[in-house]
């Protein structure tokens, strides 16, 4: 077996930060995770479903090693009994199980939430490589290297614009998709090494480690979903998640995630308190430019130089989207863009749109109401019911 995962580093930077958040704050959750492919791959995913046994069980077998607890312990916003934690950690081959249903893959991790909300991105990752191995690999990487070239140049045309009162800055938000772990290495090196003022980080740890980049992240919607079943009243629970978040991290990791029951109700519970303590936003459903201008409507409406603030996009960027948003809003506030399948599966490959959410909490269902229609991940009609009446959101068609 050729291993996917060679490193517990090789994820997503948020996992770490959301995952010391809930080991400080609320260590007894328990917690469900449940993976879904939204389209039609190529063939069934259930072939896969030996190699993906064979590679949870690797996973399972990874320690973090010395020289990676020192790197995460130098993040200034990373505790030292949180590092002591990694050092003795081990995933649960338990708490993880693959099945199948016909053509459909099933993988499922449930037990206490501080031992399986790592699983998702190595899961999501693994998956990807398996599926994309069937393919002709000389002609992907022929294809994705053209098409990176292509980037590039587009990235230089930006040399002669007229300058915008803030910088473009774009990071690889790319590790779930990707078309491998090895391309997705030569994409990131690649763009430090031909456009570093533009080309400013990358999500994935262990290459932040390695090419000594920015490692790029705050929360995602697990984050702020598992808040809806720790006993706070529903209404509060994007308070409560937000203000968890400001204890723990004090001014550092300052871009909240806006979209778990639509903009509109986050930005009713993003108060001055919050929108001072908090250096900007995360869009990652709904329509960019209206989200950029309700967000900056809002700081205006909070007497908020909204230049001091950031707008960070992150939902299904292209480079050119990105440039598109940037004029639109470079002038009025700082902005950033997250893009991933984009950038580490531009390979002339239709990639997988494939998802490990968490669909379970303390026994309980948790839900996100995405502001775009189809990212909607609950079982549980009732439960989707309640939550839209409590936030007076309209279900999307």
């Known amino acids: 077996m050729d291993p996917i995962i060679r490193s517990l580093l090789d994820t997503d ?49 990874l320690r973090f090693e010395p020289d990676e607890l020192a790197y995460l312990g130098a993040l200034r ?6 590092v002591d934690f990694m050092r003795i950690f081990r995933f649960q081959r338990e708490f993880i199980t693959a099945s199948v249903e016909g053509p459909v893959l099933h993988i499922r991790s449930l037990g206490p939430q501080v031992h399986t909300m790592a699983f998702e991105i190595f899961v999501l990752a693994i998956v990807n490589e398996l599926y994309f191995r069937r393919f002709d690999r000389d002609a992907a990487l022929a294809q994705g290297r053209k098409r990176l070239q292509d980037k590039i140049a587009l990235l230089r045309t930006f ?14 938000f790319g590790v779930r998709r990707r078309y491998s772990r090895d391309w997705q290495r030569e994409v990131v090196a690649t763009f430090k090494n031909e456009v570093p003022q533009y080309f400013k980080g990358t999500s994935n740890v262990l290459l932040a480690k390695e090419l000594d980049l920015v490692p790029i992240g705050t929360m995602a919607h697990e984050y702020l979903q598992t808040y809806q079943a720790l006993g706070f009243r529903l209404r509060d ?37 919050f929108a001072k303590l908090f250096d900007g936003l995360r869009h990652d459903s709904g329509d960019p430019l209206v989200w950029g201008e309700k967000a900056l409507a809002h700081y205006v409406k909070l007497r908020i130089d909204s230049h001091t603030k ?12 990105a440039m598109k948003l940037y004029r639109a809003f470079a002038d009025r506030a700082q902005t950033g863009f997250g893009i991933g399948t984009n950038l ?22 948790v839900a996100k109401l995405s502001d775009s229609p ?19 959101v309209t279900a999307l068609a």
């Open 13 to 61: 930077l948020y996992k770490f930060t959301m995952w010391q958040t809930m080991l400080h704050r609320h260590p007894q959750t328990q917690a469900e995770y449940s993976f879904v492919c939204r389209n039609e791959p190529a063939y069934p995913l259930a072939e896969l479903l030996g190699d993906v046994n064979e590679q949870l069980d690797h996973l399972c077998s």
């Open 77 to 82: 916003y990373i505790k030292s009994d949180f």
């Open 159 to 172: 040399e002669k614009e007229p300058p915008r009162r803030h910088p473009f800055e774009f990071f690889d």
């Open 237 to 273: 629970f994007q308070k409560a998640a937000l203000e968890g978040w400001v204890q723990e991290y004090r001014g550092d990791l300052g871009v909240a995630l806006t979209d778990v029951v639509g903009m509109d109700a986050f930005l009713a519970d993003f108060d001055l308190y």
């Open 310 to 321: 950031r707008l960070v996009f992150s939902d299904g960027l292209d480079l050119e989207t």
């Open 344 to 365: 580490t599966n531009d390979v002339g490959l239709v990639p997988l749109n494939i998802v490990m959410k968490l669909t379970g909490c303390n026994a309980q269902p």
């Open 374 to 392: 189809g990212k909607t991940l609950c079982d549980d009609q009732t439960f989707l019911a309640y939550l839209r009446q409590v936030f007076n």
